[in-house]
């Protein structure tokens, strides 16, 4: 199994990003999929998540009405965009994967900073 994030970078604030979540050796489109973030001294945090049926979407407050998660079964692929982004969301942004028999998989991270 492998989830491999992609997209990170550095940004500056107002700005936006694309993350990406390449999935591999599970059924990807009976898997629950969600982004977690975590920032320096601090535990990590729900971002986003996006169900494997209907696509039902669920966003932590702060980040409501600027992140967007999105899913391609077709290339078991989970995004994230951002924007609007802020210094407060600069973190390590990882990748969750929820299976139909509730095993979960995380992906290694992708740092994301935004600053001026």
């Known amino acids: 199994v492998q989830l491999v994030e992609s997209g990170g970078g550095l940004v500056q604030p107002g700005g936006s990003l694309r993350l990406s979540c390449a999935a591999s050796?599970?059924?990807?489109?009976?898997?629950?999929m969600s982004w977690y973030r975590q920032a320096p001294g601090k535990g990590r945090e729900l971002v986003a998540r996006v169900s494997s049926v209907s696509d039902i979407t669920n966003y932590a407050d702060s980040v409501k009405g600027r992140f967007t998660i999105s899913r391609a079964n077709a290339k078991n692929t989970v995004y994230l965009q951002m924007n609007s982004l802020k210094p407060e969301d600069t973190a390590v942004y990882y990748c969750?994967?929820?299976?139909?028999?509730?095993?979960?998989?995380w992906g290694q991270g992708t740092q994301v900073t935004v600053s001026s």
């Open positions: 969750l994967a929820i299976t139909s028999t509730s095993t979960t998989y």
């Open positions: 050796g599970f059924t990807f489109r009976s898997a629950a």
